[in-house]
């Protein structure tokens, strides 16, 4: 080849390595965050950035676990279990974003990045966890435990490290191992598939009005709600009512129209369920049947038994000795509620037999007859931001820490909102996004996740925390006004916030919310017990045109009403855990028809037809939309032990804001994470196991 070639072909080289790098630079991923307390720039974040970046990640965890791997010293903990803490740093930094942005604000584009996405994530995972020279190091580490001088955490990090590599097929003959990696590829995309498809299907239904008189008995308000929302479709002049709960919700507690309720409740409960493109069966069949395969490859005997020996109640005997004491309490309170529901219907002189799709009706004309209580009454006094700045009082108020709401941040939606949060002393401790209304990019329900955990390995890393809700939307000239179960929603989710911003590790891998799935509901349900407390109502219910405080006497009456209906909510919520269950406790990998499991389990536990699961199979996105809450619905009520057990900590001294008590449960409970075994944190909180009578007694259920 000729000197001059040779020079063009390397001038060519170079300029295409310019080119490259370049590209690198202009990712915003591939560089450290220019923004205030480096939160994602979401204004620069473009879906084309998404994919290389999930690539340079996933390669240079690959190049730093070959270099853990071939590391010619003596395997330490330092040496791989903090390497491995550090492998990950970009394919976290650009995970975080893009996951809690395709849930939040979702497009054609990012579903399509996410299938592109998911099997190479599936493939790196396996990579790493069916990796026998990093485990064969790990593994030697776990081995000599007793002898290193680790701390509490160190040792907890090291187990969950070794755990995963168990729990993910290290041990298993090569031909087992690419059985399981198939297994995985097509277990994430399935889950992908199952979300895709509630979406789609919550969005699809429309319940219309045209005609006036097909409003009987809903408020001005849920009337006002139905005509904006049908504005926003261009239906201007109509009023929509959809799936989503603050639209579902008033409607059917309202509505004088049956047949109207009977359309809205069939629509809700059937999604997912309608046979066409956005049909979960079929998927449900094949994940159940994928999970018993992936449990039994690994050595248990159903997928429950994987899932729960993970987990604070160790076992399905310990899971269902408590679900089943529950569920033989309140299924009676649920027959007897029936029966008082249909007393109003013949006093009413409506010739009917009660139905799933009246029990929001009858039982809000029950409450209102038994207490003189409804919603309607309660939301003026339930602002949105009040609710949120009282949820605020109450952190500042327990652990002394502020929130002061910024401007200057990147949004990736204009409805969300930012805080910078720091201790009493002005010490920065991290940064919140709350985003609360519903839109046709987001998933529905309500969750808290993170755009940044916190950490303290080479420099203390502070957590970017976000809240993400389906709330009421203001219309006209009102203000979000929230039902009070839409303000317990608020306080839960702010607890889980609190447990990712006062964390207090030195590894990701424990850190915040990185907990057993049945542990992490505490922190996050203790926050709800808060909110009907007199001394809190009196700092944030106040009437949003008037800005009194709430009445005493309806202070009183919200109180007294607390165990109204608490048969069906009882009942809807552990049908639900019982039959996540019943899926995950299968040994046959068979399909199943799971309309005729529904079915046959109803009749099995006794569920009455007037009650139906609070979610159905088909869009039950705990158990099917990912393997978070699989075999984990349970744990709500488990944490619901935990929570009235924990409150009555603070009832015992007689302050409900005592600070020594909240000291307490930072120090022990929400600074920890999972850093330390769950029932120890919580012992050495409480000085003692929780008592299960605490729930039932709080839910009116146990005298």
């Given at each position: 080849m000729k000197k001059s070639t040779c020079f063009l072909a390397a001038c060519c080289?170079?300029?295409?390595?310019?080119?490259?790098?370049?590209?690198?630079?202009?990712?915003?991923?591939f560089s450290e965050y220019k923004t205030p307390h480096q939160v994602p720039p979401f204004d620069k974040i473009k879906p084309v950035h998404y994919l290389p970046a999930f690539k340079e990640g996933i390669k240079e965890q690959k190049e730093a676990i070959e270099k853990i791997v071939k590391n010619s010293e003596k395997p330490t903990f330092a040496n791989t279990i903090e390497a491995l803490e550090r492998s990950s740093n970009l394919l976290d930094k650009v995970s975080y974003v893009f996951d809690n942005v395709k849930g939040a604000n979702t497009n054609d584009e990012l579903d399509k990045i996410e299938k592109q996405i998911l099997p190479l994530i599936s493939s790196h995972s396996d990579d790493i966890k069916l990796n026998m020279a990093l485990f064969s190091r790990i593994k030697s580490i776990y081995d000599q435990e007793k002898d290193l001088n680790l701390s509490t955490e160190q040792k907890m990090v090291l187990k969950k490290y070794y755990n995963s590599f168990v729990r993910g097929g290290a041990n298993l003959p090569k031909d087992k191992k690419d059985k399981l990696r198939v297994i995985n590829k097509d277990l994430s995309e399935l889950y992908s598939s199952f979300r895709n498809?509630?979406?789609?299907?919550?969005?699809?239904?429309?319940?219309v009005i045209d005609n006036k008189a097909d409003l009987k008995g809903l408020p001005e308000s849920v009337i006002a709600n139905g005509a904006a929302t049908a504005k926003e479709a261009g239906l201007d002049g109509k009023w929509m009512y959809t799936l989503d709960k603050p639209s579902f919700i008033p409607f059917m507690t309202y509505s004088a129209k049956r047949e109207l309720r009977k359309k809205l409740y069939l629509g809700y409960t059937n999604k997912g369920n309608n046979n066409d493109k956005f049909d979960n069966k079929k998927i449900i069949s094949k994940i159940i049947s994928l999970r018993t395969e992936k449990a039994q490859l690994l050595g248990f005997k159903c997928f429950a038994d994987y899932v729960l020996d993970n987990n604070m109640a160790k076992n399905t005997k310990n899971v269902y000795k408590l679900c089943n004491r529950i569920w033989d309490i309140a299924l009676p309170a649920a027959k007897k509620e029936v029966k008082e529901l249909q007393k109003?219907?013949?006093?009413?002189?409506?010739?009917?037999?009660?139905?799933?799709?009246?029990?929001?009706?009858?039982?809000?004309?029950?409450?209102?007859?038994?207490?003189?209580?409804?919603?309607?009454?309660?939301?003026?006094?339930?602002?949105?931001?009040?609710?949120?700045?009282?949820?605020?009082?109450l952190a500042n108020k327990l652990y002394g820490i502020k929130f002061k709401q910024v401007y200057n941040l990147p949004l990736y939606h204009k409805d969300c909102q930012t805080f910078e949060v720091s201790e009493a002393n002005g010490d920065f401790i991290g940064v919140l996004y709350m985003d609360f209304f519903p839109r046709k990019s987001k998933t529905v329900g309500a969750w808290m996740t993170s755009y940044r955990k916190q950490s303290n390995l080479d420099k203390y890393v502070h957590p970017i925390i976000s809240v993400v809700t389906n709330f009421s939307k203001p219309t006209g000239d009102k203000p979000a006004l929230l039902s009070f179960s839409e303000v317990e929603t608020l306080f839960h989710e702010f607890g889980h916030s609190l447990h990712g911003l006062l964390s207090k590790c030195k590894y990701n891998r424990v850190s915040g919310t990185a907990v057993a799935r049945d542990f992490v509901e505490l922190p996050s349900q203790v926050m709800e017990n808060w909110c009907s407390e007199p001394e809190m109502l009196n700092v944030y219910a106040k009437h949003y045109k008037t800005g009194k405080a709430m009445p005493k006497e309806l202070i009183a009456k919200l109180n007294k009403a607390s165990h109204f209906n608490v048969g069906f909510k009882t009942v809807e919520f552990m049908a639900a855990a019982l039959i996540d269950l019943e899926y995950h406790t299968t040994t046959s990998t068979k399909p199943i028809n799971v309309l005729e499991f529904e079915k046959n389990f109803s009749k099995k536990i006794g569920l009455i037809d007037e009650i139906t699961y609070r979610y159905r199979s088909t869009y039950f996105k705990h158990i099917f939309g990912s393997e978070g809450y699989a075999t984990g619905y349970y744990a709500y009520t488990w944490a619901e032990v935990l929570d009235a057990d924990a409150f009555n900590a603070f009832k015992e001294t007689g302050d409900i804001f005592n600070k020594e008590v909240a000291n307490k449960f930072r120090k022990f409970v929400i600074s920890r994470g999972g850093s330390d075994d769950a029932m120890k944190l919580y012992i050495q909180f409480r000085g003692k196991e929780p008592n299960p009578d605490a729930l039932l007694k709080r839910k009116g259920l146990l005298k």
């Open positions: 080289i170079l300029l295409a390595s310019c080119n490259t790098d370049k590209k690198k630079v202009e990712n915003p991923f498809n509630v979406i789609g299907d919550n969005n699809k239904f429309k319940l109003i219907i013949n006093k009413e002189g409506d010739k009917i037999t009660l139905k799933a799709w009246d029990w929001w009706y009858y039982a809000g004309k029950l409450k209102k007859a038994k207490y003189n209580l409804d919603e309607e009454m309660l939301r003026p006094y339930f602002k949105l931001e009040n609710v949120r700045d009282g949820a605020f009082y």
